[in-house]
């Protein structure tokens, strides 16, 4: 069950991680933050591939790596 518990968290995250990456490539809300997002920001999409060029791409890609991220947790973690 613990492992059922790291998967869920992992795609949690990472569905956050790649919301939050789309949504500053396609808002480009990025005045008034750090240097590293607005690099971000100012990245064109066609560099980061197809995985941020549509928001079904994207959720598919974070499930994905959340899903990996979350079993190999899970497997490391002897809970």
């Known amino acids: 069950m613990s492992k059922f ?3 869920i ?3 949690l995250f ?3 991680l790649f919301f939050s990456i789309y949504f500053l490539i ?3 809300v990025v005045n008034s ?3 590293v997002v607005l690099m971000l920001g100012k990245m ?3 560099k980061l591939g197809i995985f941020f060029s549509d928001i079904k791409n994207v959720i598919i890609t974070s499930l994905i ?3 990996l991220l979350g079993l190999l947790t899970g497997i490391k973690s002897k809970n």
């Open 9 to 11: 968290w992992g795609s």
């Open 26 to 28: 396609h808002v480009k």
């Open 33 to 35: 933050v750090g240097p």
């Open 65 to 67: 790596v959340g899903f």
């Open 14 to 16: 990472s569905l956050v």
């Open 5 to 7: 518990k790291w998967v």
């Open 44 to 46: 064109d999409v066609s």
